[in-house]
């Protein structure tokens, strides 16, 4: 059974940073293609960064240039660097993992999804 487990989150003020670990276990297939999307009560859970394939990442406008994901395909393990982060960064963010096939990532399946990890960034 495949679980990710996630860690970093946590309170920051306004201009901080955070880093958001994930890891992914159970899983023996390969490499996972992993990112991170959060969610806010209320409204739908949105995609932050996402690996999708190659040397291309995914970033939600409203993180371009403040956030950067990392990933380490040998350990299905991955990063998410959080810098300039403000109010409306806080959120529950979730990683997330999607089978990578020859090189292709599976990015319309259900995927893999973790418990959630709370950032809350006050002003």
């Known amino acids: 059974q495949v679980r990710l487990v996630e860690s970093g989150g946590g309170s920051v003020q306004a201009g901080g940073s955070l880093r958001l670990s994930c890891g992914a276990s159970g899983y023996t297939y390969g490499s996972l293609c992993m990112g991170w999307f959060r969610q806010v009560p209320g409204k739908e859970r949105e995609r932050v960064a996402l690996y999708t394939g190659g040397r291309s990442t995914y970033y939600d406008d409203s993180v371009k240039g403040r956030f950067t994901l990392s990933q380490d395909n040998t350990k299905n393990t991955a990063y998410l660097q959080m810098n300039i982060l403000k109010p409306e960064d806080s959120a529950m963010y979730y990683c997330?993992?999607?089978?990578?096939?020859?090189?292709?990532?599976?990015?319309?399946?259900?995927?893999?999804w973790g418990q959630g990890t709370q950032v809350t960034v006050s002003s």
């Open positions: 997330a993992a999607f089978r990578m096939i020859a090189g292709v990532c599976r990015l319309h399946e259900n995927g893999y």
